[in-house]
């Protein structure tokens, strides 16, 4: 029976799903696994069941025994996988790409919501004793309809913000890498360069390839010329980090949304997290019950096709 580790303390699911055709073993804390483990884990399990802190890089991979055939990210992504490597040893490599798609859509409106609505501030304003009426200056935010929302990588979480946002009665653009049909009633897609001078609202839902990294800097922002809110549910080195402060604090933006940050986590003494026009989360896109269930089902279904079971 092939043996297989899981790296950090997850659902129960997960070895109920996987123990009736593997030998499974979980790392009992819910902490990264400590680098010096993962080199022992490489050269001792037939699969590795990663998670996104766990940094499979080719140092890592160079000690795997032969034996590893499988790694399987719990995750929709592979950022901290180096793929390539892995391939070149014979490792297959999934992600649950199919998994978050519906809790990150979702979670980009209410973190999107609760910065616009300032619902954090107002909450934190009734619990410091503040409130005493009803106040018509109070925590002013906007409305949607008619506002433009701008989408950038229109892949099913693109596409699942995209449906969101037209709830909202906001006009919906997109920019993609290439044409693709929109799917969603009333929403277009433009070039990059057009999307950057007509949005209000910028969501960010693109993978971190070597095309993306960085795209967001300051001469890009530059280029905004509505100040948007800019929401980075995709990756942290999307945005350019010192370029976004310049940005916020020259007020070239309304205000970020973050949900992800380069480097992640940030600092606690870092300017993003304690300016009043940002918003910074610690990546909880996925962060559903629901959303952790049908991850450790994909991952189970990735394991069986990885060793052809």
Same mark, same amino acid.
Not at 216 to 230: A, C, E, F, G, N
Not at 256 to 264: K, Q, Y
């Given at each position: #029976?092939?043996?297989?580790?899981?790296?950090?303390?997850?659902?129960?699911?997960?070895?109920?799903?996987?123990?009736? /055709?593997?030998?499974?073993?979980?790392?009992?804390?819910?902490?990264?696994? &400590?680098?010096?483990?993962?080199?022992?884990?490489?050269?001792?399990?037939?699969? $590795?069941?990663?998670? #996104?802190?766990?940094?499979?890089?080719?140092?890592?991979?160079?000690? *795997?025994?032969?034996?590893?055939?499988?790694? !399987?990210?719990?995750?929709?992504?592979?950022? =901290?996988?180096?793929? *390539?490597?892995?391939?070149?040893?014979?490792?297959?490599?999934?992600?649950?790409?199919? *998994?978050?798609?519906? +809790?990150?859509?979702?979670?980009?409106?209410?973190?999107?919501?609760?910065?616009?609505?300032?619902?954090?501030?107002?909450?934190?304003?009734?619990?410091?004793?503040?409130?005493? +009426?009803?106040?018509?200056?109070?925590?002013?935010?906007?409305?949607?309809?008619?506002?433009?929302?701008?989408?950038?990588?229109?892949?099913?979480?693109?596409?699942? @913000?995209?449906?969101?946002? %037209?709830?909202?009665?906001?006009?919906?653009?997109?920019?993609?890498?290439?044409?693709?049909?929109?799917?969603?009633?009333?929403?277009?897609?433009?070039?990059?360069?057009? #999307?950057?001078?007509?949005? /209000?609202?910028? +969501?960010?839902?693109?993978?971190?390839?070597?095309?993306?990294?960085?795209?967001?800097?300051?001469?890009?922002?530059?280029? #905004? +010329?509505?100040?948007? $809110?800019?929401?980075?549910?995709?990756?942290?080195?999307?945005?350019?980090?010192?370029?976004? @402060?310049?940005?916020?604090?020259? =007020?070239?933006?309304?205000? *970020?949304?973050? /949900?992800?940050?380069?480097?992640?986590?940030? &600092?606690?003494?870092?300017?993003? !997290?304690?300016?009043?026009? !940002?918003?910074?989360?610690?990546?909880?896109?996925?962060?559903?019950?629901? !959303? %952790?269930?049908?991850?450790?089902?994909?991952?189970?279904?990735?394991?069986?096709?990885?060793?052809?079971?």
């Amino acid at each position: #029976m092939k043996k297989i580790f899981i790296t950090r303390k997850l659902t129960p699911l997960l070895s109920e799903l996987l123990t009736a /055709d593997f030998e499974v073993v979980s790392h009992s804390e819910n902490a990264v696994l &400590p680098r010096e483990k993962l080199l022992e884990v490489v050269r001792t399990y037939d699969g $590795i069941l990663s998670t #996104m802190p766990d940094k499979i890089d080719r140092e890592v991979l160079s000690e *795997a025994g032969s034996q590893l055939k499988v790694i !399987c990210n719990y995750a929709s992504g592979l950022d =901290n996988i180096d793929v *390539a490597a892995a391939r070149e040893r014979g490792i297959s490599v999934f992600n649950a790409s199919n *998994a978050v798609t519906h +809790s990150t859509a979702d979670f980009t409106f209410a973190a999107f919501l609760s910065f616009l609505r300032k619902i954090s501030k107002g909450q934190a304003f009734v619990r410091e004793g503040k409130w005493i +009426s009803w106040d018509p200056w109070l925590f002013l935010g906007e409305d949607l309809p008619g506002k433009t929302f701008g989408i950038l990588g229109y892949g099913r979480i693109g596409k699942a @913000v995209a449906r969101r946002a %037209r709830g909202f009665d906001l006009n919906v653009i997109f920019s993609h890498y290439r044409e693709v049909d929109p799917e969603v009633p009333g929403v277009k897609q433009v070039p990059w360069e057009e #999307m950057l001078e007509q949005v /209000d609202y910028l +969501s960010l839902h693109v993978p971190a390839t070597a095309e993306t990294i960085g795209m967001i800097d300051y001469p890009t922002i530059q280029k #905004m +010329s509505k100040r948007p $809110i800019i929401i980075n549910m995709a990756r942290g080195p999307v945005v350019k980090t010192d370029d976004l @402060v310049r940005a916020l604090e020259q =007020n070239l933006l309304r205000g *970020a949304v973050l /949900d992800v940050t380069d480097p992640e986590p940030l &600092p606690a003494n870092h300017p993003l !997290c304690h300016m009043e026009n !940002c918003l910074v989360v610690p990546h909880l896109g996925s962060s559903t019950i629901d !959303c %952790r269930e049908i991850t450790a089902r994909e991952t189970a279904a990735n394991f069986k096709k990885g060793f052809n079971i």
